[in-house]
């Protein structure tokens, strides 16, 4: 038995294949690397280089392998590109997730794990936030990976097939061993460009906001570490073989962290007091987002190892340091 990785050379598939790995299971990446890295995907893995959507490709490789399950990371993941780009948004995330699961039903394949994500509950009321929120995503982004997940939820009662959707809250770190980090140029995400920061690679970063009602009037998320996330993955694995059926679950720890206590995390840990500007509000951001992870412990048993913010940073750092260090070289 072999999981497909898809999306397996970028920043939270490439933890996912050394997790895998790391259980002795058989992994196949296909990605076209248009964000990732090859260097990204270990030696044990095979790497397909191609689309999700080449449906050729994918049941060849589906075949070939006898793969038995499929982790779906591969995707467009920045919210306010997405807005000045819906159309693309919808092909790489929805049309082509449709072609990718109509080949696994095509090819027999009955597990399927998808990356979904906290956008599709937009501006929670309550928070934390339950599987069973309103889902009011807010970007086409949010939209085109909840569209996936109503598309899963149909094919799943109309065939021999289940799934688990993840709704990940806030994913940073990087892999304890230093295997693997993010690497994404230009990433957007708030402890990675304060660890760019600390490490010289930016001059200076910016606070978006500091007028939100919380408690210190900048935004608050659910930040969970890299490699807790896929090991719930590997565990929706293991209960997808068992044949407990699908499920939708948030994926995050159920407290929240302002944006200055992440930048004082990152400066207190990397020893820098780098320049950090104020900023205007940043359109589309939600005051606070935070998960109930309930579910994610009762049904996956997940039991997080990583749930410290300065452990978090730590990882993100050691990785950021080494990136450093090759552009060096
Ligand atoms: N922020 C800054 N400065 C920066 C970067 C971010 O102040 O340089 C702030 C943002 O304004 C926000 C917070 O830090 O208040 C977190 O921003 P991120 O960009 O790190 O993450 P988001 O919460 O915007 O988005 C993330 C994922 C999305 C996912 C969403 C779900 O990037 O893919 O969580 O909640 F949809």
Same mark, same amino acid.
């Given at each position: 038995m072999t999981v497909l990785v898809t999306g397996g050379a970028g920043y939270i598939g490439s933890h996912m294949v050394w997790?895998? *790995?790391d259980h002795g299971e058989e992994v196949v990446v296909l990605d076209r690397l248009s964000t990732g890295f090859d260097w990204a995907v270990p030696e044990a893995a095979e790497l397909v280089v191609g689309d999700i959507g080449d449906q050729k490709l994918v049941e060849q490789t589906m075949k070939r392998? /006898?793969?038995?399950?499929?982790?779906?990371? +591969? /995707?467009?993941?920045?919210?306010?590109?997405?807005?000045?780009?819906?159309?693309? =948004?919808?092909l790489n995330n929805t049309v082509k997730s449709r072609a990718l699961?109509?080949? +696994?039903? !095509?090819?027999?394949?009955?597990?399927?794990?998808?990356?979904?994500t906290a956008a599709v509950y937009g501006s929670p009321e309550k928070i934390p936030v339950t599987e069973e929120n309103p889902l009011v995503p807010e970007s086409p982004y949010g939209t085109s990976k909840l569209m996936t997940e109503l598309m899963l939820r149909d094919t799943a009662a109309a065939h021999d097939f289940a799934y688990t959707a993840l709704r990940y809250f806030n994913v940073s770190g990087a892999d304890p061993k230093k295997r693997t980090g993010q690497s994404t140029k230009g990433a957007t995400h708030l402890i990675k460009v304060a660890c760019e920061t600390a490490t010289g690679k930016r001059p200076h970063m910016e606070v978006f906001g500091e007028d939100y009602p919380t408690r210190d009037g900048t935004c608050v998320r659910d930040y969970i570490h890299v490699s807790d996330l896929v090991n719930a993955? =590997? *565990?929706a694995l293991?209960?997808? !073989? #068992? /044949?407990? /059926?699908? *499920?939708?679950?948030?994926? @995050? =720890?159920? %407290? @929240? =962290?302002? $944006? *200055?206590?992440?930048?004082?995390?990152? #400066? %207190?840990?990397? @020893?820098?007091n780098f320049a950090v500007?104020?900023?205007?509000? !940043?359109? @589309?951001?939600?005051? +606070?987002? $935070?998960?109930s992870a309930e579910r994610c412990f009762a049904e996956l048993g997940w039991k997080p190892a990583h749930d410290d913010l300065e452990e978090i940073v730590t990882h993100a750092l050691n990785w950021e340091n080494l990136l450093a260090r090759r552009n060096r070289l």
């Open positions: 997790e895998l *790995l392998r /006898g793969v038995d399950a499929v982790i779906h990371f +591969a /995707g467009s993941i920045i919210v306010p590109e997405s807005v000045s780009d819906p159309l693309g =948004y919808y699961i109509e080949s +696994a039903v !095509r090819c027999g394949v009955k597990h399927f794990i998808f990356s979904s993955h =590997y *565990l293991e209960r997808l !073989r #068992k /044949g407990r /059926g699908s *499920l939708v679950a948030n994926c @995050g =720890y159920g %407290r @929240g =962290y302002s $944006v *200055l206590e992440v930048i004082d995390t990152v #400066k %207190r840990v990397s @020893g820098k500007a104020k900023s205007g509000r !940043r359109p @589309g951001d939600a005051v +606070a987002i $935070v998960a």
